[in-house]
């Protein structure tokens, strides 16, 4: 696919150089490199995206629009070279010109645009929509800052503005003439027309400008490329001259793309959030309203047979009422005309069975809004509870706690719900919870809306692309063809009893340990042993996510060093990479005492470098590219039922790390893949969880006071073990006080025992050589190729 030769590619960049750069071969700087690099590539793309656009609408076939508040892309510039065919040219001249490529690609901000897993998922999506040809876009919003930068002082976290649009960003195109118009506020009132139907009008609306910019999503080896709009914010020029405060005015409309609400449960929600939402929603609906009339030339009528929107967690609900109101208000359809498409449109993914993290909003402030948006809400519940009493009368007593509104609250997943065809879960597990007790009561009204498709990650940029000697060794092994079939790296089980080539695996895992082990050295200072085993805890900081079971196994390992420094214990680095939301208080304690640990740690006499702790600052998708293929331990130890699926566990198994888990989320699946012998689970199962919190918990003071393993690492907390006195008793305290609620206490010891048993098997090389391999084999399941191949076939009807 590659059009180039080494001395055509470098002729080009010479020229590029000069016009965008000013700037010359011989002498010229990484960032002018980056740019002249990314605007080759950019060229490309534009063209192939100009041909799939034109392909797109002659075809006529139903598109899939991928709505979400976030798209955590990271950088592009490696996985846009590699989609395109054009790495290794660009590589190889990169060289001759004696420049290190890794070294310009990072010169590349990360897009920043995503929290975590969700924004995550979304842009593994992209990618393999494109890449599998399907007609789909993404619809976004430009934040002006993304995620905060994690900055450690002292073991504290400080949150610095991420401000990634500092220098141009070189994959989007401004495209000021699809602006659209989005209004917020004011009032409603009717008019009753000749018909006898009501005409809506508003007055004293905020009017904002949704202005789209274009990033170019290359499929890979195909020539697609499909397009992830993002919004932002500005002030209609017209409204700027009417204004008195012009200033204030202007900076109160750019907010709404201002930044990225951090996710944050516990956190009220903010009326700002509640607008980003709803800007999102009505810019992107509207822009589908158009191209439907003025690219494809059909009614409005036909628009669920052109369209489908699957929108991301119940972040784009508003979707629902914002396509009923303009079908009804600007197109003139009837309520039931409206509702049938609008139900015939949506899909709704949900990530999350936390009561706390169901989105909930007070009803004065989506009135607030967009009254006429609530109006609508309001008419959609009365008829969807007037359906339950009069239709389904055996589950009248239930209408309390299916209604969209109650107790002054708008319940967005129970709107997202009722107004979509397709409700899925991202795991079997997590699926298999929400029909049985999150979303039971729609469950047994309509059991056919509910179904699950299980997450997925792009093998392109987690296995490729981040791992290239994985994956030369695999293509060396069993072909190519694992590329553009993931499944096929089941292939690889020809070479289970292969010394030789269990050999090479893990001379590439060696490798990439001692890639990582200069970026810890860069960025810590921190000295880690290559030949030790890296056990890896990278994702957000979360009290389910049990960072702090972690930390109170590594306390226990420690005690017991001290107490007979001459025991034997296999090397290990422990290795931790977590933001925490900024007002997450006990998340940021759990963080302090991982440093505070790691002082201690690392420069203890007896442990004398056996165990090393190390926290990586700033986690985010870049820093995860060196972390992933570095793994042997993937630790994935939520409280069971509380991670939806996890997707790190994926990319961590990909590259030849060994899961040490419980069985939550898609671990489940990992489990069953590879066998109870190539993965290390612990701990209390879902049903256990649930039948406790059913039966108001367990007794965590019992075990604190009868088993002393459990009661020595915990008072390491309070006692000043590590660091000053008490320094730690907020989390002491958060465990007992509140009887445990993650588990922890109860599963402690069967976690000690299953890395006793882990760190026996390592011992045996050949043998964890093969659990690795079977690993890397067994997950091409994951590859989110699989899942957008489900997505396609049974919810978006794509083929
Ligand atoms: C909501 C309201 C106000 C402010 C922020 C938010 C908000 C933002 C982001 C709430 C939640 C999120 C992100 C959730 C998330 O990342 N969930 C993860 O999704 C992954 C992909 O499906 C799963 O693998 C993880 O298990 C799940 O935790």
């Avoid at 509140?738 to 090389?765: C, Q, R």
Wanted: aromatic share 10%; glycine share 6%.
């Amino acid at each position: 696919m590659n059009k180039y030769t080494k001395a055509s590619f470098r002729a080009l960049l010479e020229k590029k150089l000069i016009n965008k750069r000013t700037s010359t071969l011989e002498d010229t700087s990484d960032t002018d490199l980056f740019y002249a690099i990314a605007s080759i590539v950019k060229d490309e793309m534009n063209q192939a995206n100009v041909t799939t656009k034109k392909g797109n609408i002659q075809s006529k076939k139903r598109q899939i629009n991928y709505l979400s508040m976030e798209f955590l892309i990271g950088r592009l510039i490696e996985s846009n070279l590699l989609n395109l065919g054009l790495m290794d040219v660009c590589n190889e001249v990169l060289i001759d010109l004696g420049r290190n490529p890794k070294k310009i690609y990072s010169e590349e901000n990360d897009a920043g645009l995503g929290n975590g897993g969700l924004g995550r998922l979304a842009a593994c999506f992209l990618d393999s929509i494109a890449s599998l040809g399907y007609l789909g876009n993404g619809f976004g919003i430009r934040y002006r800052y993304g995620l905060f930068e994690q900055r450690i002082i002292d073991g504290t976290q400080i949150e610095l503005p991420d401000n990634w649009l500092k220098e141009v960003y070189p994959w989007e195109v401004r495209k000021a003439d699809e602006t659209i118009t989005v209004h917020f506020g004011g009032e409603v009132y009717s008019e009753t027309m000749p018909d006898g139907r009501l005409k809506f009008h508003y007055q004293n609306q905020e009017t904002v400008l949704a202005v789209p910019y274009d990033v170019g999503v290359a499929g890979y080896d195909n020539g697609v490329v499909n397009t992830l709009r993002l919004w932002s914010a500005e002030v209609p020029d017209t409204e700027l001259t009417m204004h008195p405060n012009q200033l204030e005015y202007m900076q109160n409309v750019e907010r709404i793309s201002g930044f990225l609400y951090p996710d944050d449960s516990t956190e009220e929600g903010r009326f700002l959030r509640l607008k980003q939402q709803y800007f999102l929603v009505s810019s992107t609906i509207q822009t589908l309203i158009k191209q439907l009339k003025e690219k494809y030339n059909e009614p409005v009528t036909k628009f669920h047979e052109y369209n489908c929107i699957q929108i991301n967690d119940t972040h784009p609900t508003f979707g629902i009422p914002e396509l009923m109101r303009i079908l009804m208000d600007d197109e003139g359809l009837s309520w039931d005309e409206a509702w049938a498409i609008t139900t015939k449109t949506y899909a709704y993914t949900n990530h999350t069975i936390m009561q706390e993290a169901l989105e909930k909003w007070p009803v004065s402030q989506v009135q607030r809004v967009n009254p006429r948006i609530f109006m609508i809400i309001n008419e959609i519940n009365e008829r969807f509870c007037r359906d339950v009493y009069e239709n389904h009368p055996q589950y009248r007593d239930r209408i309390a706690d299916l209604a969209v509104i109650s107790h002054d609250l708008v319940h967005m997943s129970k709107l997202a719900i009722v107004g979509s065809f397709s409700v899925n879960g991202v795991a079997a597990l997590h699926s298999e919870i929400i029909k049985d007790y999150t979303f039971n009561d729609f469950y047994k009204l309509t059991p056919e809306k509910f179904n699950n498709k299980t997450n997925g990650i792009t093998h392109r940029r987690w296995l490729m692309a981040s791992n290239p000697k994985l994956s030369n060794l695999i293509t060396d092994a069993i072909g190519d063809q694992w590329i553009k079939s993931p499944q096929e790296l089941s292939q690889l089980m020809r070479y289970y009893n292969d010394d030789a080539f269990l050999k090479q695996l893990q001379e590439v895992k060696l490798h990439n340990k001692k890639v990582l082990k200069d970026v810890i050295y860069d960025k810590t200072g921190i000295e880690v042993d290559e030949h030790s085993v890296f056990d890896v805890q990278v994702k957000r900081l979360h009290e389910y996510k049990r960072q702090l079971l972690n930390v109170l196994h590594i306390i226990y390992l420690f005690n017991e060093i001290k107490r007979k420094p001459s025991i034997k214990v296999q090397p290990r680095t422990f290795i931790f990479g977590a933001k925490a939301a900024p007002g997450y208080h006990i998340a940021k304690e759990i963080i302090k005492l991982i440093h505070a640990v790691a002082e201690v740690v690392n420069y203890d006499k007896d442990v004398d470098g056996r165990i090393k702790v190390v926290f990586l600052e700033n986690y985010n998708v870049t820093l995860a590219e060196y972390i992933m293929p570095a793994a042997e331990i993937s630790e994935q130890i939520s409280t069971a039922s509380m991670e939806a699926s996890g997707t790190g566990n994926m990319k961590m198994m990909m590259n030849g790390a060994i899961t040490l888990g419980t069985m939550d989320g898609a671990n489940v699946e990992i489990a069953e893949l590879v066998g109870k012998e190539n993965i290390f689970i612990f701990g209390l199962s879902s049903d256990e969880v649930i039948h406790y919190q059913t039966n108001g918990g367990y007794n965590a003071s019992d075990i604190y006071h009868t088993d002393s393993r459990v009661q020595t690492s915990l008072d390491a907390l309070k006692d000043g073990q590590f660091g000053r006195d008490f320094a730690f008793q907020d989390l002491y305290f958060n465990i007992l006080k509140n009887n445990d609620p993650y588990f922890l206490l109860k599963d402690f010891n069967s976690y000690v025992d299953i890395h006793l048993t882990a760190m026996a098997t390592y011992s045996d090389e050949k043998k964890w050589n093969q659990m690795s391999l079977m690993n890397i084999l067994k997950s091409g399941k994951f590859s989110s190729d699989r899942t957008i191949h489900e997505y396609a076939t049974d919810i978006w009807k794509l083929i």
